[in-house]
């Protein structure tokens, strides 16, 4: 596990892939970075709501919350994502820390796609 830069960074890292707001390491070639992510649902529950609202979208109850004025199903996001270059809290500069801790960055990265994905 990564050494984050203060508390709150350590808990946000540790609520990657569950509802609510987290922080997530990603990792493309040698490009580090850390993103907000904000998930309205786990992803259980985001699955379990795509099944449902595309197979019997009137049974659901909160169905015509996500209908567009004209009726159609109106698209729900359950995943939203921000790039950050500095720690929101304590204001530390997240591209030096991913460096300073490359392996362990790297690992928290593969974590944090595994949760992606499933």
Do not use: Y
């Not at 984050?4 to 990792?27: D, K, P, Q, T, Y």
Request: hydrophobic share 40%.
């Amino acid at each position: 596990m990564i050494t984050a830069c203060c508390v709150w960074l350590e808990r946000m890292l540790l609520n990657a892939g569950e509802s609510g707001i987290c922080v997530v390491a990603f990792r493309d070639g040698d490009a580090r970075q850390f993103f907000l992510q904000a998930r309205p649902l786990t992803r259980r529950q985001a699955r379990n709501w795509g099944v449902l609202i595309q197979s019997e979208p009137l049974k659901t109850a909160a169905g015509p919350l996500f209908r567009d004025e004209r009726g159609r199903l109106a698209p729900l996001h359950t995943l939203m994502r921000v790039p950050i270059e500095h720690c929101p809290h304590c204001g530390r500069n997240l591209e030096k820390l991913a460096r300073s801790q490359r392996e362990e960055f790297d690992q928290l990265a593969v974590a944090h796609a595994a949760l992606q994905e499933e």
